[in-house]
C-alpha cells in the first residue's frame, strides 16, 4: 500500500503557500457531473422494457380487429462494489504542512478525483476496463445505433458516444442508499506488510455503482474514428449516424475525446483561396472554426476518458 513519505513530507514542508497545490493528474471525470445519478435501498432492480404495441387500425363497418397487447421484457441492473482506501502514517500526518486536517482533506480530495477517473472509464469500457464492475457503454449500444467511421490503422481507434439521459435512458445508479462516501478518518494500528505495525490515520471509500443503460435507443456510438484521411469526426459523419434514431430519441450530449472534437473543428475550417486582389493568384488563407461546442443542437462535452488508442471494432 502507498504511503506518506518523508520526501513527500519535505515536499509540503517547503511549498508556496501562494502557489498552493499543482495538480499533474490532468485527466478529469466531467461523466459524473453530466450523468444523472439515482439511489436505490438495495444493489439491484428490475424493470419493465415495451417491445411491442397491440394492433391498431381502420376497418369497415361491422368488420373487427384483432384483439393483441403489449409484449415486455424484464431487465435487471445491478451495482458492483467500488473501494477506494487511504492509509497515512500517523506521524508523517501529523507534521504535515497546516496539521493533519489539511492532509487528511488533500486525501480526500484525491480519492475523489481518483474515483471519478475510475468511474468514467467504466461508464465506456465496462469489464473491459475492470472485470469486477458495470457493463459499458461499449457494450451496451446496439449494432442498429452503431454507426462505423471504417478507420482502420490498429489501435488508434476513437469513439463519440450520444446518451440520453434520464430515469428511463441514462443513469448511474447508487446502491446502499448513498453516494460516494469517504469515512471519517480514524486513529488505527495497521501493518506494513512485513510483521511490522505502525499507528495511521485511515479511511475507506466503500459505495454500490451501476449503470443503467436498458432502452435500446439510450446509447448511440461512432466507432473506429481513427487520423486517417477520410476516417475523422465530421459533421457528415454525426448527421449520418443521428438519422439512425428514432424521433424522440437524439442524444442529450456527446461525448468525445480532444482529438475527435480537434478533428470536427478542422473539418469546420474553410480556405479561402486568393488575395482579393485583382489580376493576381493569391496564396490560400485558412480561417479555423471556433472550438465545438455542440453538433446538431447537441452539447459535446470532452473526456479523457475516452481513448484515442482503441482496437479497431
Not at 206 to 220: C, E, K, M, R
Request: with cysteine; charged share 15%.
Amino acid at each position: 500500500m502507498a504511503k506518506i513519505s518523508l520526501l513527500d513530507l519535505t515536499k509540503a514542508a517547503g511549498h508556496d503557500r501562494s502557489v498552493g497545490l499543482i495538480e499533474s493528474v490532468v485527466t478529469a471525470a466531467p461523466e459524473l457531473g453530466r450523468i444523472p445519478g439515482r439511489v436505490i435501498a438495495g444493489t439491484s432492480f428490475k424493470t419493465l422494457d415495451r417491445n411491442a404495441l397491440p394492433a391498431t387500425g381502420f376497418t369497415n363497418a361491422n368488420e373487427g380487429i384483432a384483439a393483441g397487447k403489449s409484449g415486455f421484457a424484464v431487465k435487471s441492473v445491478e451495482c458492483f462494489i467500488f473501494r477506494g482506501a487511504v492509509n497515512a502514517d500517523k506521524a508523517i500526518a501529523d507534521a504535515w504542512d497546516g496539521g493533519r486536517g489539511a492532509y487528511q482533506a488533500l486525501e480526500a480530495v484525491g480519492v475523489a478525483r481518483s474515483a471519478g477517473i475510475e468511474l468514467g472509464k467504466q461508464i465506456w469500457y465496462g469489464t473491459a476496463e475492470d472485470s469486477k464492475g458495470f457493463p459499458g457503454a461499449q457494450a451496451l449500444v446496439t449494432a442498429a445505433q452503431t454507426y462505423d467511421a471504417t478507420g482502420s490503422t490498429a489501435n488508434t481507434g476513437s469513439s463519440v458516444y450520444g446518451l440520453k439521459l434520464g430515469p428511463q435512458y441514462v443513469q448511474l445508479i447508487y446502491g446502499g442508499n448513498q453516494t460516494l462516501a469517504l469515512a471519517p478518518f480514524r486513529e488505527q494500528s495497521v501493518f506494513d506488510g512485513n510483521g511490522g505495525q505502525y499507528a495511521a490515520y485511515v479511511s475507506e471509500l466503500t459505495s454500490w455503482v451501476g449503470l443503467q443503460a436498458v432502452h435500446p435507443n439510450a446509447i448511440g456510438r461512432i466507432k473506429n474514428l481513427t487520423a486517417q484521411t477520410g476516417k475523422t469526426l465530421t459533421d457528415a459523419i454525426i448527421a449520418n449516424w443521428l438519422a439512425t434514431f428514432p424521433v424522440g430519441f437524439a442524444p442529450d450530449v456527446l461525448f468525445m475525446s480532444r482529438r475527435s472534437r480537434l478533428q470536427l473543428q478542422l473539418s469546420r475550417s474553410v480556405v479561402i483561396n486568393g488575395d482579393g486582389k485583382a489580376g493576381t493568384v493569391g496564396s490560400q488563407m485558412g480561417l479555423t472554426a471556433p472550438i465545438p461546442t455542440e453538433a446538431f443542437g447537441i452539447p459535446i462535452e470532452v473526456t479523457d476518458n475516452i481513448l484515442d488508442t482503441e482496437a479497431i471494432a
